[in-house]
Structure formats: structure tokens, C-alpha cells
């Protein structure tokens, strides 16, 4: 799964969680039935997200983990490649000597 995909299924992960806490606190107030069915997707949903963070939010390089940052990183910051291209960043001179 490339990174791009994380984000989304990320995004939609938390957004539908949040929709569904907001569903049930609004909608479930005097439900006991629809309060619970919304909270327990609203539930579900986070952990899935959590787990999709925990096991694909990692540099595809050097397995690094990309909690901080996740959506705003375009470098890895453990070995500074691109995270899409692989890339070293331009800049330094790698470790060639001459
Ligand atoms: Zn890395």
C-alpha cells in the first residue's frame, strides 16, 4: 500500500469516526439504541485507523515510523529519502570522498 493510500484510508478513517461520535451525540440523544450502533462504528472506525497507522504509517526505505508528521512529511526522517521517489535529498554530497 503506498503511502498516498495510507493518508486517505487515514483521512476517511478518522473523518468517518468523527461523523459517527457527532451522528450519536446529536442524533442519539433519548436513542440508547442508535446512540450505541453509532459509537460502536464511531469505535470501530478509530481502531481500524489506528491499526492501519501502526502497520503501514512507516518509511517504505527504512521502516521508519512516520507518526510525526504523517501528512505533511515528503521526507522520511530517519534516512532523509523521498518518500515516494526513494531519493536522497539534494543538498549534501552523500558520503562519497574524494
Ligand atoms: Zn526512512
Not at 453509532?38 to 504509517?57: C, D, E, R
Not at 517504505?60 to 518518500?83: E, I, M, Q, T
Request: contains cysteine; positive net charge; charged residues 20%.
Amino acid at each position: 500500500m503506498s503511502l498516498e493510500t495510507v493518508r486517505k484510508v487515514v483521512t476517511a478513517g478518522f473523518s468517518i469516526s468523527i461523523g459517527a461520535a457527532m451522528f450519536g451525540i446529536f442524533f442519539g440523544a433519548g436513542n440508547e439504541q442508535l446512540k450505541s450502533y453509532a459509537l460502536t462504528i464511531a469505535i470501530v472506525s478509530l481502531l481500524f485507523t489506528m491499526a492501519v497507522i501502526m502497520k503501514w504509517a512507516r518509511c517504505p526505505w527504512c521502516g521508519g515510523s512516520l507518526l510525526r508528521g504523517f501528512f505533511k512529511n515528503k521526507v522520511c526522517p530517519h534516512c532523509k529519502r523521498d518518500l515516494t521517489t526513494g531519493k536522497k535529498k539534494k543538498g549534501h554530497g552523500g558520503r562519497g570522498r574524494k
